[in-house]
């Protein structure tokens, strides 16, 4: 069943339409990632699935209910980290979640023992400290306690991982795949190893439309092949390397990106390199940025069919 | 009038007011950063600020929002 | 009911919290004192000036202080109380838009009306609060110094300077709603306050504006009747009811 489903939402402010006539469906118990461009709309969209945002069109159903904006009834199934979380910054966390607790209505008793468990989860144990006084990375694990609080069906949680440092960014993705045994994780990002890690579906927005959505391997299915930077220690090594690819991209002197291939891969090219004793600086996958896969993505749809696009 | 009988006034209104500008100076010296101005800037306008009006600039345009 | 008492408790904790609880009932303390000490200085002030208006030819009688004189610097004093709370207090939904604290707390399921009405129930307790407190300072004091049987009315002039302090507030949370900076809500707190006071001109309606609340001194001396006021008590009364409901309305349909 679908716990969250999205049928022709569309939003503009003012002559700019940000979301389009946007389908959409995430299945319970999926980690869904929400890949988009910065402004691509993420945001705007799950601020009208909790209802801040007033859609100029279009229906969204959380759990099988209408979501409504202003007196919201469906944010009872939804846990919301926004893209910035603001707490008050005189509070503490314990505090902070028991006002919380309080706000969605559950018993004080069961409220103290799941904010200790949380806290826990998230490991914010300190609870003397003010929050006011919390790192960047802090105030979004207490966000994710805060999402958390009332056992939510889906838990939709607002690029968490943008602005973290490396490590910052692995608290965050292990925490949200541990809890996906109780919840839907829905999770807005930009950047496409978070999605790798921890997704088991994933959409692709772009200006206020899906372009793809579906399950990661379909997703990956459509990227063909991958990019091999390497940078020689010599630059005959590289000329001769030109020659052997000659559709490769030169960087600089050293510094070559080979063409996608089937037979290019990265077992294959670093045997080609042991078997010849080529010295290299640096041998490396790139990652591919956003825009690339949506460019492979679309390329590769022959797009016949409408309708095939949107739901793979 | 004699100072004398002015005391019953005096007292209340200068502990009142002193605990004010205490208030406001323990606010200004815990604090580092300010919404506009420096701490020097704000010490002089809580002392100087004639009875209340100072604590409370400060308190509106001064104190950072937490 | 729970989300309300949640809130209110909240909002309490951040006028605490934030200073602005403490400032306040110093001032409030402040005033109590104040008002009765200016009025025992008065003759030593005149004392001063009197020199030098003598020197101009203007002669001063005998100034006579009664305890009329401790009130009338009370509500004198009281105004500027007033305007000092609003300012106080001007940011207090427009802060919470601007740091998007209310996203978090509405993705929760809090009911928009809980927002705003423990905001002015939480600023209606400081205002009682800190009106008893210092109304009971200059009190003790006009007791202690001067004869207070001659004020006529006492309850009822606080009562009318405490509505006119409620409706001000209605205002300030009214505002608060459709404007998104402190200045544009204190805007409209001192337009409303001044449309009142012209009005207050005009004989066809000057018994019927909420700043006609503002005449303590007709009250207190026995110049004028508690009658005369009622219906500008009932306007401010149903002007308040009107402010907070219209708020509540909107506020519903309001984007965060």
């Given at each position: ?7 022709e ?6 002559s ?18 929400f ?10 969209t799950?601020?009208m ?16 209910e ?6 919201n009834q ?11 979380p ?6 503490t966390a ?5 006002l919380?607790?309080?706000?969605t ?45 009332n ?14 440092d ?27 190893s ?5 997704c ?15 399950t990661?391997?379909n ?8 990019k ?8 005959s ?7 052997k ?13 080979l ?8 077992p294959?090219?670093?045997?080609d ?18 825009e690339?896969?949506f ?18 | ?5 002015m ?28 919404k506009?101005?420096t ?15 100072g ?12 | ?21 403490v ?7 402040l ?33 006579e ?48 009306h809980n ?30 110094f001067w ?7 006492q309850?009822?002039?606080l ?43 005009f ?8 700043t006609?609340?503002l005449g ?10 508690c ?14 009811v009107f ?8 506020f519903?349909?309001?984007s965060?």
């Amino acid at each position: 069943m679908d716990i969250l489903s999205i049928r022709e939402l569309t939003k503009s402010f003012g002559s700019r339409t940000v979301i389009d006539h946007l389908h959409l469906s995430v299945p319970a118990h999926s980690v869904f990632g929400f890949i988009g461009k910065n402004g691509a709309g993420k945001t705007t969209t799950m601020r009208m699935i909790v209802g801040l945002l007033k859609p100029d069109h279009g229906e969204i159903q959380v759990n099988g209910e209408r979501v409504s904006f202003g007196e919201n009834q469906t944010n009872r199934y939804i846990g919301y980290l926004p893209d910035v979380p603001e707490y008050y910054g005189f509070m503490t966390a314990s505090q902070y979640l028991t006002l919380c607790g309080e706000i969605t209505g559950m018993q004080s008793s069961d409220v103290r023992r799941r904010i200790l468990d949380l806290l826990d989860l998230v490991g914010l144990t300190d609870s003397k400290k003010h929050i006011h006084t919390y790192s960047r990375g802090m105030k979004q694990r207490l966000g994710i306690a805060q999402a958390l609080l009332n056992a939510p069906k889906l838990l939709i949680c607002d690029e968490p991982t943008s602005a973290l440092d490396p490590v910052g960014r692995k608290e965050i993705l292990d925490i949200l795949s541990s809890v996906t045994e109780e919840t839907t994780v829905l999770f807005s990002t930009h950047v496409l190893s978070d999605v790798e890690r921890i997704c088991d579906h994933v959409a692709l927005l772009h200006d206020g439309s899906i372009v793809v959505q579906g399950t990661l391997e379909n997703l990956k299915r459509k990227r063909n092949g991958e990019k091999i930077q390497i940078e020689f220690e010599r630059r005959s090594d590289a000329e001769a390397c030109l020659k052997k690819y000659p559709e490769s991209l030169q960087t600089d002197a050293l510094t070559l990106i080979l063409p996608k291939r089937a037979d290019i891969t990265m077992p294959s090219v670093m045997a080609d390199l042991v078997s010849r004793q080529v010295p290299v600086q640096k041998l490396e996958k790139l990652e591919p940025t956003l825009e690339d896969l949506f460019l492979e993505v679309v390329e590769h749809e022959t797009a016949p069919c409408h309708d095939e696009k949107r739901t793979l | 009038m004699s100072l004398q009988e002015m005391l019953p006034f005096f007292i209340p209104l200068a502990i009142v007011e002193l605990v004010l500008l205490f208030y406001t100076l323990w606010h200004i010296f815990t604090h580092t950063h300010y919404k506009r101005g420096t701490r020097l800037m704000w010490c002089i306008i809580a002392i100087v600020g004639m009875q209340f009006i100072g604590p409370v600039l400060y308190f509106v345009f001064g104190r950072e929002d937490e | 009911m729970r989300q309300l008492r949640a809130m209110m408790k909240k909002e309490l904790f951040e006028q605490l919290k934030t200073h602005r609880l403490v400032v306040m009932l110093l001032l409030f303390t402040l005033v109590g004192v104040l008002s009765p000490a200016f009025a025992k200085m008065t003759p030593w002030l005149l004392d001063l000036v009197s020199g030098d208006m003598a020197e101009t030819g203007i002669q001063i009688g005998n100034l006579e202080v009664t305890s009329l004189s401790s009130w009338t610097q009370y509500y004198k004093n009281m105004q500027i109380i007033l305007f000092v709370f609003l300012i106080l207090y001007g940011g207090i939904l427009t802060s919470e838009y601007q740091h998007g604290t209310l996203i978090i707390l509405l993705s929760k399921g809090l009911k928009r009306h809980n927002i705003l009405l423990p905001k002015y129930f939480a600023l209606l307790l400081t205002w009682t609060f800190g009106c008893l407190i210092s109304f009971g300072i200059t009190f003790a004091y006009t007791v202690y110094f001067w004869d207070n049987s001659i004020i006529q009315n006492q309850a009822f002039s606080l009562l009318t300077f405490y509505l006119l302090g409620v409706w001000m507030i209605s205002v300030l949370v009214g505002a608060s709603v459709f404007c998104r900076s402190v200045s544009a809500v204190l805007l409209v707190c001192a337009a409303c306050f001044g449309i009142s006071y012209f009005a207050g001109f005009f004989p066809a309606v000057s018994d019927y504006v909420p700043t006609l609340l503002l005449g303590q001194m007709d009250l207190l001396t026995g110049t004028t009747d508690c009658s005369h006021f009622l219906p500008a008590i009932v306007i401010t009364v149903l002007l308040t009811v009107f402010n907070v409901t219209a708020a509540v309305l909107c506020f519903r349909k309001t984007s965060i």
